[in-house]
C-alpha cells in the first residue's frame, strides 16, 4: 500500500521540477515554430521553447531564399515538375502541388508581417539555383533565413498570448498511454533548463515538433550545432513512424578551411553563373550532367566526391570571380565578408568548397496538416517527412515546406481548440536514483565516434559492408549510452548524443533496406535505380532500452 504524500511534502517535490500549463506547446524557433505559433496565438495560449537563442537554429542560416512562383512566365506546374524530377520518383505529386500552389499565399503572409525581399527595377528580384527550370527563388541578400527568422521573432516577443523560453533542450515527449494513462495522446514534453540545470515539466493540449533535421550526426556539416535529431528522435520513442531516413542531403559546396567552421556557400552563387573547378582550374560538371552547375544537389555532390577522391584532392573550387565586384557585393555581401575575413577576394578567386551534411529530406511521417501518429502532436518543417522532397530535396523548398505547413497546422489545431480537453497530472522528472557524472569524457568520446563513422561509412557514396559496420557500431554505442543515462542525470550533450544514436540507427536501417541507387541514397552494390517507388518507412514498437523515461508518480 502506497504511503500519503503530506502537502508540504508534495510542494517540496513539485518546487524540484517546475511545471508549466499552455495551450500549444511549440518546440523550435525557427521558421516552421514561430510562424505557426503567430497563427495560433490569435486563438489560444502558445508557448515556444528554443535550445538556445534566434541564431542557433537552421532556419537563420538559411542563405538561398524561398521558392514561389511570382513571374508570369514561371507556372505552377513547372514548379512541380521540377520538384517532382529532383525528388526521383518518391514524391508525393499532391503534396507537392498542394505546396507550391501555397506559395504565394505564404509569402503574403510574410510580406504582412514585415519581410522585405530584395526588389530590382520595381519588381521582385528572383534568382535561380540547382534543379529549377526558371527564376523563382525570393530572397533577402544572401541571408533569407536570418530575415525571416528575426522578423518572425520580433512580431513573436510583442505578441501577448506567446511566451518563448530561451535555453531549453526537450527530452522526451510525454505520451500518456507510455505513464500508463488512456487515451495515448501527447500532453506535453519533459525538458532540460540549461540554465537551472533542472528538468521541467510542460503539460500542453496540443504540441508541435519544429526541431529541424539531425545533419550533425555527420561529421561534416553546414549546420549549426543544435540539428542533432531531437524531434525524429522524440517522435520515435514515443511511438510515431519514420519514413526516407536514408536520404540525407550533401550540400555541394560548404566552405573549406581551417577556420571557417560549418559556413555554406549559396547554391545562387552557381544559379548567378558559378562554376565548379579542379584545383588546375578545369571545369568537371558537364561531365556529370548536361546541367553542370546547375544539375540537382545529389549530382553535384556526388560529382565533386568523385573527383576528390579520384585526384586526391582536398577540396574543389567555386569561380565567381568573373561577375564584377559591385555584383557580387550586392548578391553576396555575407559570403564575400566571410571569405574576405579568411583572406579570399571572391571577386578575384574561386572559393575553396567540400560538401557537407545538409539537410534531412524523411523524418516523422505527418499527413496534409502536419499531423503524426500520436494524436495532439504536430511536426512541422526539416522534421517531418510530407511528401514533398521524395529523395532530394529541391532547393529553397524547406523555407517554403516550413511556412505552408505551419499555415496548415495552425488551421487544423484552431478547428480542435472548441473541443473539451483534460490534461491529467503529469509525474514529475525523477533523478532520485541517479548522481552528477563524473565520466563526462565517455559522452566527447562516443560523440566523435558516432559522428565519424557515419561520415565514413554512411555518408555521400555507401556499400552493403560499410552500412552493416555502422550498425554494428551503433549497437555497442547505446549499450554505453543507456548505462550512462540510467546512472547519471541528464546534460544537454548526453540528450544530444542519445537522440544522435536513435536517428543514426534509423538512418542506417533504412538506408539497408533500399535495394537501390536513388536520389540521396547511392550504394555501390545496388547501382541501378529499380521501378520499385516506395518509401521505407520504420514502425516503433522495439523495446530499446533507451526508450526509456526517468519518471515518478
Not at 59 to 83: I, K, L, M, N, Y
Not at 390 to 402: D, F, H, T, V, Y
Request: net charge negative.
Amino acid at each position: 500500500m502506497e504511503s500519503a504524500i503530506l502537502p508540504d511534502q508534495f510542494n517540496a517535490l513539485e518546487n524540484m521540477s517546475q511545471r508549466f500549463n499552455t495551450d500549444i506547446l511549440v518546440i523550435g524557433g525557427g521558421a516552421a515554430g514561430l510562424t505557426t505559433a503567430l497563427l495560433l496565438a490569435e486563438h489560444a495560449r502558445v508557448t515556444v521553447l528554443c535550445k538556445g537563442d534566434i541564431a542557433s537554429g537552421s532556419s537563420h542560416w538559411a542563405q538561398g531564399g524561398v521558392a514561389s512562383v511570382t513571374d508570369p512566365e514561371d507556372s505552377f506546374d513547372a514548379h512541380v515538375r521540377d520538384t517532382l524530377d529532383a525528388g526521383a520518383g518518391l514524391c508525393d505529386a499532391n503534396i507537392v502541388r498542394d505546396v507550391v500552389q501555397g506559395a504565394p499565399r505564404a509569402i503574403n503572409q510574410l510580406a504582412e508581417w514585415g519581410v522585405d525581399f530584395d526588389v530590382e527595377n520595381n519588381a521582385l528580384h528572383l534568382t535561380r539555383e540547382g534543379g529549377h527550370s526558371h527564376r523563382r527563388i525570393l530572397h533577402v541578400a544572401d541571408a533569407t533565413g536570418k530575415a525571416i527568422t528575426q522578423t518572425l521573432t520580433d512580431r513573436a516577443l510583442d505578441h501577448p498570448n506567446i511566451q518563448l523560453f530561451n535555453d531549453r533542450v526537450a527530452i522526451d515527449l510525454i505520451n500518456l498511454s507510455k505513464l500508463g494513462r488512456n487515451p495515448s495522446r501527447c500532453a506535453g514534453a519533459y525538458v532540460l533548463n540549461l540554465g537551472s540545470g533542472r528538468v521541467e515539466v510542460f503539460q500542453s493540449r496540443f504540441v508541435i515538433l519544429a526541431t529541424g533535421g539531425a545533419s550533425k550526426v555527420y561529421l561534416y556539416t553546414s549546420n549549426p550545432d543544435g540539428s542533432t535529431g531531437d524531434g525524429i528522435a522524440m517522435a520515435w520513442r514515443a511511438g510515431c513512424r519514420v519514413a526516407n531516413m536514408e536520404f540525407n542531403q550533401f550540400h555541394p559546396t560548404c566552405l573549406y578551411h581551417p577556420h571557417a567552421g560549418s559556413f555554406l556557400v549559396s547554391e545562387a552563387v552557381r544559379g548567378e553563373g558559378g562554376v565548379l573547378r579542379l584545383p588546375n582550374g578545369e571545369r568537371f560538371m558537364h561531365k556529370f550532367d548536361e546541367r553542370a552547375e546547375l544539375a540537382p544537389r545529389d549530382i553535384v555532390a556526388r560529382a565533386i566526391d568523385h573527383e576528390m577522391k579520384r585526384i586526391g584532392a582536398d577540396c574543389v573550387y567555386l569561380d565567381i570571380s568573373h561577375r564584377s565586384h559591385e555584383f557580387i557585393q550586392h548578391h553576396f555581401p555575407n559570403i564575400a565578408k566571410k571569405c574576405s575575413e579568411l583572406g579570399i577576394d571572391i571577386s578575384k578567386e574561386p572559393i575553396p568548397v567540400v560538401p557537407a551534411a545538409h539537410y534531412t529530406c524523411g523524418g516523422v511521417v505527418v499527413d496534409e496538416h502536419g499531423r503524426t501518429d500520436l494524436a495532439n502532436l504536430y511536426a512541422i518543417g526539416e522534421v517531418s517527412c510530407t511528401g514533398l522532397h521524395g529523395a532530394n530535396r529541391l532547393a529553397s523548398n524547406s523555407l517554403l515546406e516550413c511556412l505552408v505547413y505551419g499555415q496548415n497546422a495552425a488551421e487544423k489545431i484552431i478547428s480542435q481548440l472548441d473541443r473539451p480537453q483534460t490534461v491529467p497530472y503529469i509525474p514529475r522528472w525523477d533523478e532520485s536514483q541517479v548522481t552528477d557524472s563524473d565520466e563526462s569524457i565517455i559522452i566527447a568520446h562516443n560523440w566523435e565516434e558516432l559522428r565519424r563513422f557515419m561520415w565514413d561509412y554512411v555518408g555521400i557514396v555507401r556499400t552493403d559492408k560499410r552500412l552493416q559496420r555502422a550498425q554494428r557500431r551503433i549497437e555497442l554505442l547505446k549499450q554505453e549510452i543507456h548505462e550512462y543515462y540510467a546512472n547519471y542525470r541528464v546534460t544537454n550533450d548526453l540528450i544530444e548524443l542519445r537522440n544522435l544514436l536513435h536517428v543514426a540507427d534509423l538512418i542506417v536501417r533504412s538506408a539497408l533496406k533500399r535495394k537501390e541507387s536513388r536520389g540521396l541514397n547511392y550504394n555501390l552494390d545496388h547501382p541501378e535505380q529499380t521501378v520499385n517507388t516506395t518509401d521505407t518507412i520504420l514502425f516503433p514498437g522495439s523495446t530499446d532500452q533507451l526508450d526509456m523515461i526517468k519518471t515518478s508518480v
